[in-house]
């Protein structure tokens, strides 16, 4: 089955330390976008893709960083610069810029 | 960068009844997208309606969109326990050009 395959579900983060979220998507899909989420606030888009070797920052983009060096992954890495790191992040997928978005079941990131 | 703003936040129903949920945005679009999320999981796709649509219908939901007023709702029918989920609109803000800018969502709880 095609889809969108996020790990780890779970995540703690030490202070000082970077942390790598992975994003997989056999859907064959060119876009690949990350997303935070805060409870009451909805999503915020941080990082997308439209195509391989290229992406673009999003609204939230202090803190974190992407790579795009094959078509199916987009691992976010979340850095010590980011210093209010809890959240729900979710990796999501489309065909083209504006299509409808398949999403996995994101990572849980926290403090420890 | 909010373009999308559900209304009303929270809804409460019991089963069998009808719920409905708004959903107004800024600027000019070429498509709204509405999607469903079940607590900690990712987002699911439910239906997109194009800026020259006024009305569409899948299954139990029918969505209408508005471009005069900058606005769309989500209507399902005959609600059940099992679409208790929050809801969320996304839109295409055609100026942006980036990718879809989602809203906060509007949590709807069906009770049996």
């Known amino acids: 089955d095609g889809g969108i395959t996020q790990s780890p579900k779970y995540l703690f983060r030490k202070e000082g330390q970077n942390v790598t979220l992975s994003c997989e998507q056999n859907?064959?899909?060119?876009?690949m976008y990350w997303y935070r989420q805060d409870p009451g606030q909805g999503l915020r888009l941080i990082y997308y893709?439209?195509?391989?070797?290229?992406?673009q920052k999003g609204d939230i983009a202090e803190g974190y960083s992407v790579s795009r060096e094959k078509k199916e992954s987009f691992p976010l890495t979340v850095t010590s610069a980011q210093k209010n790191p809890t959240a729900f992040y979710l990796c999501a997928s489309s065909i083209g810029q504006f299509q409808p978005q398949h999403f996995g079941d994101g990572t849980r990131l926290s403090i420890l | 960068s909010q373009q999308g703003e559900e209304d009303p936040q929270a809804l409460s129903i019991q089963e069998g009844e009808n719920a409905t949920m708004n959903c107004s945005y800024k600027t000019s679009i070429n498509n709204l997208q509405w999607y469903r999320q079940n607590s900690g999981r990712g987002l699911v796709h439910l239906i997109l309606?194009?800026?020259?649509?006024r009305e569409k219908h899948s299954g139990r939901l029918r969505v209408t969109l508005d471009t005069s007023k900058k606005s769309s709702s989500l209507l399902i029918t005959a609600s059940r326990a099992a679409d208790t989920a929050s809801y969320f609109c996304?839109?295409?803000?055609?100026?942006?050009?980036?990718?879809?800018?989602f809203g906060k969502g509007t949590t709807l709880s069906v009770s049996s």
């Open positions: 893709s439209q195509i391989v070797n290229d992406f």
């Open positions: 859907l064959n899909h060119d876009a």
């Open positions: 309606i194009r800026s020259n649509e």
């Open positions: 996304a839109t295409d803000a055609r100026q942006a050009g980036t990718a879809l800018i």
